[in-house]
């Protein structure tokens, strides 16, 4: 009678799996036209990967090739329910807590519906070409009728445990900000898999990839692939080790996945809980104690407002990081590569100063609070000096670490004083012409999409303030930029430079602040009409 209530529950899954997915294509024809797009493209990848590990058999490189690709295949199952949790409404459990379901077969029937997909069709296009290109006689065959389906159930069964053991941290603020930051993984991992294929081309080509592959082939679901390759060479104590470890993996992931199950169905969610209770004396002596290091009036106020926004805001962190990680991968990457220049850090400088740009824009329709506190030029000069200040708080350090990493590695000491200086040059210009964008080109950002940084209509306020600036900022250091390419690399020339970039990025920052200021002051409305806009 239970085995019969599993399969029915089972099949009511895998329906409402379909129905899901069917019911979600009926909602706009722009959906549907996105999903069918990403299936046909998903499905000529995975055809021509297959068709591509097919014609691998026989080379002598293909158990290495393999047993990494499932390896990374297995790191993708494993990490995109934290990036993308909206993108399968079954992926949160937390909807089915109030129904009448024991654990046991909610996970049985929860594991056979997540094998409807797109996902599930390429993992097996790829263990299938794996199995095929390492198989070799019959025990490799029967070898690999068992390791196709353990390495498609290992893919899903870890996918699903990691979502139900996050699944109230990804649905929380905290979750969404890491969605939002999901592009910037993606974007700094290709950037680790270009610069891997350029270091591996100079190492001798795939035979660089072995020792590797010797510590990977023992890792579940590698191992099972690993498996294969072992019977056809006769190793049959291995291929049983490895079917072993994925088979025991697997069951160590449905057991992980069961027991979150049982704690979403019995365990109280944080949010229902009381609230926190009043801060104590030492945290309010703490808390004033903090309060004392900002400089006080409007300034200190406004410093910690914007900090508090890059630490709490989705778009804004997402801004933040990004030019945090990029403008540190730029220069270093280059620098390993041996193709870097010290002057490469310079960008750094750059990807923070453009947070400078659209400062008003950032706070959306809250802007109406500060703009109420606004009556004067001086009131307008001293917010948007605040705004620079805590900018500079973490640029200033920032670009320092960055210039001395690339240093260190490029071994150029005697260029740092100079690239130094050009990098606090272009600092300051861009704040100055941030502050004037921010002025006379403010643009919404639209807060109901995580990948949407500009409101309808606004393209071209937004290109305009930021190319426009940047464009200016490039021809405002122009000078500097001629005299380090004039000037030989050495102690006293460092150092004039750097003295020159430091003075007139001040000047250049403190000018944009004065132009900018009367202008914020006198546009207010027309400011806060278009930071509310969308």
Same mark, same amino acid.
């Given at each position: 009678?239970?085995?019969?209530?599993?399969?029915?529950?089972?099949?009511?899954?895998?329906?409402?799996?379909?129905?899901?997915?069917?019911?979600?294509?009926?909602?706009?024809?722009?959906?549907?036209?996105?999903?069918?797009?990403?299936?046909?493209?998903?499905?000529?990848? !995975?055809?021509?990967?297959?068709?591509?590990?097919?014609?691998?058999?026989?080379?002598?490189?293909?158990?290495?090739?393999?047993?990494? $690709?499932?390896?990374?295949?297995?790191?993708?199952?494993?990490?995109?329910?934290?990036?993308?949790?909206?993108?399968?409404?079954?992926?949160?459990?937390?909807? /089915?807590?109030?129904?009448?379901?024991?654990? +046991?077969?909610?996970?049985?029937? $929860?594991? &056979?519906?997540?094998l409807v997909g797109i996902g599930p069709?390429?993992?097996?296009?790829?263990?299938?070409?794996? =199995?095929?290109?390492?198989?070799?006689?019959?025990?490799?065959?029967?070898?690999?009728? &068992?390791?196709?389906?353990?390495?498609?159930?290992?893919?899903?069964? /870890?996918?699903?445990?990691?979502?139900?053991?996050?699944?109230?941290?990804?649905?929380?603020?905290?979750?969404?900000?890491?969605?939002?930051?999901?592009?910037?993984?993606?974007?700094?991992?290709?950037?680790?898999?270009?610069?891997?294929?350029?270091?591996?081309?100079?190492?001798?080509?795939?035979?660089?990839?072995?020792?590797?592959?010797?510590?990977?082939?023992?890792?579940?679901?590698?191992?099972?692939? =690993?498996?294969?390759?072992?019977?056809?060479?006769?190793?049959?104590?291995?291929?049983?080790?490895?079917?072993?470890?994925?088979?025991?993996?697997? =069951?160590?992931?449905?057991?992980?996945?069961?027991?979150? /199950?049982?704690?979403?169905?019995?365990?109280?969610?944080?949010?229902?809980?009381?609230?926190?209770?009043?801060?104590?004396?030492?945290?309010?002596?703490?808390?004033?104690?903090?309060?004392?290091?900002?400089?006080?009036?409007?300034?200190?106020?406004?410093?910690?407002?914007?900090?508090?926004?890059? =630490?709490?805001?989705?778009?804004?962190?997402?801004a933040w990081v990004t030019s945090l990680?990029?403008?540190?991968?730029?220069?270093?990457?280059?620098?390993?590569?041996?193709?870097?220049?010290?002057?490469?850090?310079?960008?750094?400088?750059?990807?923070?100063?453009?947070?400078?740009?659209?400062?008003?824009?950032?706070?959306?329709?809250?802007?109406?609070?500060?703009?109420?506190?606004?009556?004067?030029?001086?009131?307008?000069?001293?917010?948007?000096?605040?705004?620079?200040?805590?900018?500079?708080?973490?640029?200033?350090?920032?670009?320092?670490?960055?210039?001395?990493?690339? !240093?260190?590695?490029?071994?150029?000491?005697?260029?740092?004083?100079?690239? %130094?200086g050009l990098s606090f040059a272009v600092? @300051?210009?861009?704040?100055?012409?941030?502050?004037?964008?921010?002025?006379?080109?403010?643009?919404?950002?639209?807060?109901?999409?995580?990948?949407?940084?500009?409101?309808?209509?606004?393209? @071209?306020?937004?290109?305009?303030?930021?190319?426009?600036?940047?464009?200016?900022?490039?021809?405002?250091?122009?000078?500097?930029?001629?005299?380090?390419?004039?000037?030989?690399?050495?102690?006293?020339?460092?150092?004039?430079?750097?003295? %020159?970039?430091? +003075?007139?990025?001040?000047?250049?920052?403190?000018?944009?602040?004065?132009?900018?200021?009367?202008?914020?002051?006198?546009?207010?409305?027309?400011?806060?009409?278009?930071?509310?806009?969308?």
């Amino acid at each position: 009678m239970a085995g019969r209530c599993a399969v029915t529950l089972t099949g009511i899954f895998v329906r409402l799996k379909l129905s899901l997915l069917r019911n979600g294509l009926r909602q706009s024809a722009g959906r549907t036209a996105a999903y069918v797009t990403s299936a046909v493209l998903a499905l000529l990848f !995975a055809a021509g990967q297959l068709l591509g590990l097919v014609l691998l058999r026989g080379n002598e490189h293909a158990a290495t090739v393999t047993v990494l $690709l499932t390896a990374l295949l297995a790191l993708g199952w494993a990490v995109m329910p934290l990036f993308f949790p909206s993108g399968d409404e079954t992926l949160d459990p937390t909807r /089915l807590v109030m129904l009448p379901l024991r654990p +046991g077969p909610l996970v049985r029937a $929860l594991l &056979v519906s997540s094998l409807v997909g797109i996902g599930p069709l390429f993992t097996v296009c790829l263990a299938v070409g794996a =199995a095929v290109a390492l198989a070799r006689g019959a025990a490799a065959v029967l070898v690999a009728v &068992v390791a196709v389906p353990l390495v498609l159930l290992v893919c899903v069964a /870890l996918a699903r445990a990691v979502a139900a053991g996050n699944i109230r941290l990804l649905t929380s603020r905290k979750g969404r900000d890491l969605a939002v930051l999901s592009g910037l993984v993606i974007a700094v991992g290709i950037q680790f898999v270009n610069f891997g294929a350029q270091r591996l081309g100079r190492a001798g080509g795939l035979s660089a990839l072995d020792p590797a592959a010797e510590v990977v082939r023992w890792i579940p679901p590698a191992s099972a692939v =690993a498996a294969v390759g072992s019977a056809g060479e006769g190793a049959y104590g291995e291929a049983a080790a490895g079917l072993l470890l994925t088979a025991l993996a697997l =069951a160590a992931l449905l057991y992980a996945w069961r027991r979150s /199950l049982v704690k979403l169905m019995t365990a109280p969610d944080g949010s229902t809980l009381a609230a926190a209770s009043r801060p104590s004396r030492r945290e309010s002596a703490s808390s004033a104690e903090t309060g004392r290091l900002w400089p006080g009036g409007r300034t200190g106020t406004a410093m910690r407002r914007s900090l508090r926004y890059v =630490a709490r805001d989705p778009k804004t962190k997402a801004a933040w990081v990004t030019s945090l990680v990029i403008g540190l991968i730029v220069p270093l990457f280059n620098a390993l590569q041996g193709t870097g220049s010290l002057y490469f850090a310079c960008f750094a400088a750059g990807m923070l100063g453009i947070q400078m740009y659209n400062q008003f824009g950032q706070d959306t329709s809250a802007f109406w609070m500060v703009a109420m506190t606004i009556s004067s030029t001086r009131d307008a000069y001293e917010e948007l000096r605040a705004r620079a200040f805590a900018l500079l708080l973490v640029t200033l350090p920032y670009t320092l670490l960055v210039t001395g990493l690339t !240093a260190a590695v490029l071994g150029d000491w005697r260029s740092l004083p100079q690239a %130094l200086g050009l990098s606090f040059a272009v600092l @300051g210009a861009m704040l100055g012409t941030g502050a004037l964008a921010s002025a006379r080109f403010p643009y919404s950002i639209p807060q109901d999409s995580g990948y949407k940084n500009v409101a309808p209509g606004q393209a @071209g306020l937004a290109w305009i303030s930021i190319v426009g600036g940047m464009l200016t900022a490039a021809v405002l250091c122009a000078p500097l930029i001629v005299l380090a390419i004039v000037l030989d690399p050495g102690t006293s020339t460092g150092l004039l430079l750097l003295a %020159l970039g430091a +003075g007139w990025g001040a000047l250049l920052a403190w000018a944009g602040l004065r132009l900018a200021a009367p202008s914020t002051a006198n546009r207010l409305p027309e400011i806060l009409a278009a930071v509310s806009r969308g």
